[in-house]
């Protein structure tokens, strides 16, 4: 890992905040990175943490201030401010400095139009906290494969990475970029279902999310296919069999399938702004 150059991040919220994070859990030294939030409330908190930081807030020019000498910029802000940010920081960019954004929506292109540098799309998710991210990269026109390599280092560093065509990024977003979110409405659902059941609170969340933890650490760690787990579980002619008939019944397959093209139908209307 200290093989990564110096690394700013323009924006360092939920998503930037959990990489930054996650590559500091991986040895990264706090000191070779340099953020810009909008609060100084947000920047206090990085520097508590070590790592170099400057508010708008305190200082307009933060943004152009922590791009300077940096390898890797990383672009954290929401996508409607991902244009504006870069152009506010394009002359101020190392001539072989990489930009790597995580923004929904945003294509390369765009990018590439405000800044001159090689632009690398990124879709992480926040498990990049803990180094569990799955993270889909795309290189812009302009992005080799020393770029790549270079994107897949720092995502490797918190977690998978799926090499993809820029095209296919909005639907792996779909899957992996808002799957944590999916994956916590699941646990919020079968803890209401709990509670529907006459459990307290604290119980149900205790039921929903450990069997949740415990099911994917007992898939990881098997390595076999969650058919043949969920098999392990379904008695023939007991309880689960008829649990699984319920859920099949209400073809969750359609319904993921359909959330995923309302999530790509936002990506694209990101895009256009
Ligand atoms: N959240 C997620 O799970 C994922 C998000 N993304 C992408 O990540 C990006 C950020 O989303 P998210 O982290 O959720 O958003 P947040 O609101 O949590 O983070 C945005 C960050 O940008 C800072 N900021 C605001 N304005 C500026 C500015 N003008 N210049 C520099 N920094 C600024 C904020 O500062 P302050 O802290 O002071 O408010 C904050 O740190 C989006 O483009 C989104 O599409 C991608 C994958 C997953
Ligand atoms: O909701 C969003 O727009 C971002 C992108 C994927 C996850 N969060």
């Given at each position: 890992m200290t093989t990564l150059p110096p690394l700013a991040v323009l924006g360092a919220g939920s998503m930037a905040g959990a990489i930054v994070r996650g590559l500091i859990a991986a040895g990264?030294?706090?000191?070779s990175v340099a953020v810009s939030t909008r609060t100084a409330a947000s920047a206090g908190a990085w520097r508590a943490e070590g790592v170099r930081a400057l508010a708008l807030e305190d200082d307009p020019g933060a943004n152009t201030a922590v791009v300077a000498g940096a390898g890797i910029v990383l672009v954290g802000v929401k996508p409607a401010m991902v244009l504006d940010t870069l152009r506010e920081v394009a002359g101020s960019l190392d001539a072989d400095a990489v930009v790597v954004s995580v923004a929904a929506g945003i294509p390369t292109a765009a990018m590439e139009a405000v800044a001159p540098n090689p632009v690398v799309r990124a879709m992480p998710n926040t498990p990049a906290l803990v180094r569990r991210a799955v993270t889909g990269v795309a290189a812009g026109s302009r992005a080799g494969a020393t770029e790549l390599a270079l994107a897949r280092e720092l995502f490797t560093a918190v977690g998978a990475v799926v090499e993809l065509p820029e095209h296919r990024i909005d639907a792996l977003s779909a899957i992996s970029g808002s799957g944590p979110a999916t994956i916590y409405f699941l646990i919020e659902k079968l803890t209401e279902a709990a509670e529907g059941l006459g459990f307290a609170r604290a119980d149900a969340r205790l039921m929903a999310e450990q069997t949740l933890i415990g099911s994917a650490l007992l898939l990881e760690s098997t390595g076999e296919e969650p058919t043949e787990l969920r098999r392990r579980v379904?008695?023939?002619?007991?309880t689960t069999e008829r649990l699984i008939a319920v859920l099949d019944e209400a073809h969750l397959d359609e319904v993921f399938g359909r959330a995923a093209d309302a999530a790509i139908a936002r990506a694209k209307e990101l895009a256009v702004g």
């Open positions: 990264v030294d706090p000191a379904t008695s023939p002619k007991g």
